[in-house]
């Protein structure tokens, strides 16, 4: 990365109006990604998913190595947190959760079973039995990965091209090898 790129990627900024719209337009985005809360203003960057003042919480309480909150409109933003987030999505991680067999509904039978057979004692909540998992770690690396392959590649040019450029870059490197 050359200097100047360093230069940018340090420079904090509010969250830009027209990525806000982006990103209230992507599928799922109206409502929180964990209790279906209305007008969510609050996001995991870690996941590209938009968050509810009280699900922000239960994500700060997991730690940043899992969750990384930021407020869209309070705090200030790189451009990489942009990016993940106009990559993420809230339909594109519950989808993620349903095929790895993490739905709500799924987690919570789990969570009942737990109190259940542990006679009232500290029991995970429903947030940190889907993002602490295996797959949630897989799911954060590979939007990580993502989004650092798109900044290093010029200017964003929006979700659908960014999954083409990553097509691309796939079947490049399966030949090569």
């Known amino acids: 990365m050359a200097a100047t790129e360093l230069e940018k990627e340090k420079q904090f900024s509010w969250f830009p109006p027209a990525c806000y719209q982006l990103l209230t337009s992507i599928q799922g985005n109206s409502q929180c990604v ?3 809360d209305c007008d969510p203003q609050w996001a995991s ?9 009280r699900c922000s919480g239960r994500h700060r309480s997991m730690g940043v190595k899992v969750s990384f909150v930021r407020s869209i409109h309070m705090d200030s933003w790189t451009p990489s947190q942009i990016l ?4 993420g999505g809230n339909a594109q991680l519950s989808s993620f959760f349903e095929r790895h067999e993490l739905s709500h509904s799924k987690c919570q039978a789990f969570v009942q079973r737990q109190k259940e057979n542990n006679n009232g004692e500290y029991i995970k909540d429903l947030t940190s039995v889907r993002y602490e998992t295996n797959a949630a770690r ?18 964003y ?10 097509i691309s870059v796939q079947r490049q490197r399966a030949t090569a090898a």
Request: net charge positive.
């Open 34 to 36: 964990d209790c279906g």
């Open 45 to 53: 960057v870690t996941y590209g998913t938009l968050l509810c003042l």
């Open 84 to 87: 993940s987030m106009l990559e």
């Open 138 to 155: 897989f799911y954060r690396n590979m939007l990580t990965k993502h989004v650092n392959l798109l900044k290093n590649s010029g200017p």
């Open 157 to 166: 040019k929006g979700r659908e091209e960014s999954r083409k450029k990553a």
